[in-house]
């Protein structure tokens, strides 16, 4: 797609859109943006496909890859504020990997600047809280809308949000939305792992993606709108030292306890509807800690790598060999004449000089291997045959003794 030139679709015979530059490029797409030729002054998104070389002969990636187009276009044409319009599905004459008609995907372009850029060049430290928690409540009843519609945004990263001058908020970047229940395209799993819940970031049955999943991607989000940190893409701890002392020691406790119970490890223990997490977003009524569900929550806590050389742990003199013992090697008596390593003494001690001849002492002969199990056998039924003299002598006395009385 290169500026001044014009698309033209070959199903319709039409040059409708005329790119004027490149917004993005990345692994997975191309996005350009285009004047409408039949809207004076409209300008639009062209999303077209970047396709890896290493795959590019490969019909189930081509045909994967375009599945996942098709895709955003159902999803864009949903009726949930914050999306673009789909304005348009072209078919190109020309493909990559020569195999047209190669789809693209126009809709609306959003003006504003993303949410990541507006936050690292003006508010570093974070956003001002409330209106961080305003903006925040905005995304949570936007994901309430495509939850209800059967549909998982799964990657709420910053840079998918566009933010106008006036505040209002846009979502872009919706490659990665997915129907819930559906079998997961394995072209679609190249989401930002820092804002993707850990149950679903490898995940291909699709039986797990649920609403949890985008609230965990929001408290995410949220905790860089208040902090400036971006979290971490490690699943037991995803929130930099920085952004978890900030949390904990500069920010009210009602918005600590919102990103705490969205960050949680297990998704049964975060938010069960939208409408639940946007209630404790309102200024009257934010959730302390005597609030229902939020008792005892506390923020995953930051890795600080590892042990430092003081720690017990380090220090311990215990083995780090396996932990099954097996059994020694029987040790043979040195030689009579045979140089041996003396054994260890008092440091006083006096030591033989090198090359010194210690003569062992004499041992005995070692025992053949198995006598010791044999002459336990032997005790155990010597044993057992007086145990069974003594009880047979008073079995027959008290015989005697009973007939005696005439009891028998």
Request: net charge negative; hydrophobic share 40%.
């Amino acid at each position: 797609m290169r500026p001044g030139t014009f698309i033209k679709d070959t199903s319709r015979l039409e040059e409708r859109f005329e790119i004027q530059r490149l917004l993005d490029s990345g692994k997975s797409y191309q996005i350009a943006l285009a004047q409408d030729g039949h809207l004076e002054s409209k300008r639009v998104c062209v999303k077209a496909i970047e396709y890896e070389t290493a795959y590019a002969q490969d019909p189930d990636y081509i045909q994967g890859r375009r599945d996942a187009l098709r895709t955003e276009l159902e999803f864009l044409a949903l009726p949930v504020h914050l999306l673009p319009e789909p304005l348009d599905w072209l078919e190109l004459g020309e493909s990559p990997v020569g195999d047209p008609p190669e789809p693209a995907l126009v809709y609306e372009y959003q003006h504003g600047e993303t949410l990541h850029e507006l936050i690292t060049t003006r508010f570093p430290d974070g956003m001002n809280p409330q209106r961080a928690l305003r903006l925040f409540r905005e995304l949570v009843l936007f994901a309430g809308e495509l939850h209800d519609r059967k549909w998982v945004f799964r990657d709420f990263d910053p840079r998918h949000v566009i933010v106008s001058d006036d505040d209002v908020l846009h979502i872009v970047g919706c490659g990665n939305a997915v129907k819930r229940g559906e079998r997961m395209n394995v072209y679609k799993m190249n989401t930002n792992p820092a804002y993707t819940a850990p149950e679903i970031r490898q995940e291909l049955s699709g039986k797990v993606v649920r609403p949890a999943c985008d609230f965990y991607s929001l408290g995410c989000l949220f905790s860089f709108m208040l902090t400036g940190v971006e979290p971490t893409s490690t699943a037991e701890a995803p929130l930099e030292a920085d952004a978890y002392d900030a949390l904990r020691e500069q920010l009210p406790t009602s918005h600590r306890l919102i990103v705490a119970r969205c960050l949680q490890p297990i998704a049964h223990n975060r938010f069960n509807k939208a409408a639940d997490l946007a209630a404790f977003c309102l200024p009257d009524n934010l959730p302390t800690a005597t609030s229902e569900g939020f008792g005892l929550l506390a923020l995953p806590m930051p890795w600080e790598g590892p042990e430092d050389a003081n720690n017990r742990a380090v220090r311990s003199k215990l083995s780090n060999g396996p932990l099954v013992s097996s059994k020694p090697a029987r040790e043979q008596p040195p030689r009579a004449g045979s140089r041996v390593q003396p054994p260890p003494g008092p440091l006083d001690a006096p030591r033989p000089e090198e090359g010194a001849v210690v003569v062992a002492p004499e041992t005995a002969p070692a025992k053949p291997e198995g006598a010791e199990s044999k002459t336990q056998a032997v005790t155990l039924i010597v044993a057992f045959v007086i145990f069974s003299g003594i009880m047979f002598v008073l079995a027959v006395g008290t015989f005697f003794i009973l007939m005696a009385l005439g009891m028998v």
